[in-house]
């Protein structure tokens, strides 16, 4: 990559709120990254069940579903770094207690769940804020693209460390020095917003009812069907799809026959892989086909799924992990980025509300469905499913994307 092309991935940062978000974002998302992997490989050593780590994606993400159209009126209607503030300070709270239950040794199944469930509720109302908050941080509006996908790959390089991270943690120090090290995160992005020069919020003119604003952005979504398909297939592959890291720390030690470690090292190749998604999406010009490399990337996150599926070496599953990393989170970026350049500006945080509502509401529903259909098929056959069924929602959506443009700004 030449210096020039090197500058024009990295553009945004030459916003000065916008990098401190950046930077605070990148501390905490690595944080985020080792609580997440800790907690799957506890539940999984506890209770040797495929269900019950379905059961943990689904208590922390269900709740997002259920709040999280309340988050975007939230966002539309509120100061977002308000928001973030008490969002931030709230998740800080949440992995303390955590941290404080798995130190003493005396903690059972439902309280980690319990406390998966308060994230959730948490994250219902963090994400519809965070999401539109990149207009607010951006002063130059053509680096908005830039800054979705940067974002993404802040989210990557943490998804590459944190795991690996929280292995090597695990096996050394346990599970309550991992939730520690996330509670100590969010102190950078709290220190961030705080840090932050933005003009005073100015609230909306008028104020309506939270049934009227929601009944607003549906019929916002019948007048913009090409935004409305995007969220479907969203809605398709989070339930059908991407739920295949629920299957890892079954690979990792049953499969495999490893240790945290090996669930670590699986997770952050995927992470390294995802690295380079994000950044060859920041490298995009702004007239990049944004919806050709959506389909593309569902293509090869299939491919990779299936052969993933086939591997009987930890060394094997490596590459197909690095290439399942570059597929998995390119579609959402690239969804949000589409969502985030054609909504209107009043809409942008419903309309960032309506893709957690997909992603959250069928994630929790698609990691119960995997755990349960690999207890009756085994693992590898239900990965090696969810590949072919990447490849036909690729298929099938293609047609529709490609023809609804929306007009409607």
Not at 15 to 40: D, E, H, P
């Amino acid at each position: 990559m030449t210096q020039i092309e090197t500058s024009h991935a990295f553009r945004a940062l030459r916003n000065r709120n916008y990098a401190l978000f950046f930077c605070g974002q990148s501390i905490s998302q690595i944080g985020t990254w080792m609580q997440r992997t800790a907690v799957s490989w506890v539940i999984y050593s506890i209770t040797q069940s495929a269900s019950m780590l379905g059961l943990s994606v689904f208590a922390q993400q269900f709740p997002s579903f259920l709040f999280s159209l309340l988050g975007g009126i939230a966002s539309d209607r509120y100061n977002r770094r308000k928001i973030l503030l008490v969002t931030q300070t709230a998740s800080l709270i949440q992995s303390v207690i955590l941290a404080i239950l798995t130190m003493t040794g005396h903690y059972v199944i439902w309280e980690i769940l319990a406390l998966g469930t308060v994230l959730g509720i948490i994250n219902a109302f963090d994400t519809p804020a965070r999401q539109p908050m990149v207009h607010d941080l951006v002063s130059d509006k053509e680096d908005i693209p830039n800054a979705l996908a940067l974002n993404s790959a802040m989210v990557n390089i943490a998804r590459l460390i944190g795991p690996a991270l929280s292995g090597i943690v695990l096996q050394s120090f346990g599970a309550h020095t991992c939730f520690s090290l996330n509670a100590l995160s969010f102190l950078a992005v709290i220190a961030s917003l705080l840090l932050m020069k933005l003009p005073p919020f100015t609230p909306p003119a008028t104020k309506k009812n939270a049934i009227t604003e929601l009944s607003e952005g549906f019929t916002y979504l019948r007048q913009t069907p090409r935004i409305a398909t995007i969220i479907l297939l969203i809605m398709c592959m989070a339930l059908l799809v991407i739920p295949y890291d629920t299957l890892t720390p079954i690979f990792a030690k049953v499969i495999f026959h490893g240790d945290a470690r090996t669930f670590g090292y699986i997770a952050s190749a995927a992470g390294l892989g995802s690295i380079a998604g994000s950044f060859f999406l920041a490298a995009q010009k702004k007239e990049a086909n944004l919806v050709r490399i959506l389909l593309a990337n569902i293509i090869i996150l299939g491919i990779g799924l299936f052969g993933f599926s086939r591997c009987t070496s930890f060394l094997w599953s490596i590459p197909f992990s690095v290439i399942i990393g570059f597929a998995s989170l390119t579609p959402m970026t690239a969804s949000l980025t589409i969502i985030q350049i054609e909504a209107a500006a009043h809409m942008r945080g419903r309309m960032m509300s309506y893709i957690a509502l997909a992603y959250f509401g069928m994630l929790p529903l698609g990691s119960l469905l995997v755990g349960a259909v690999s207890e009756k098929i085994t693992a590898p056959t239900t990965l090696m499913l969810q590949g072919i069924i990447a490849l036909l929602i690729a298929i099938v959506f293609s047609r529709y994307i490609t023809h609804n443009k929306t007009s409607t700004q």
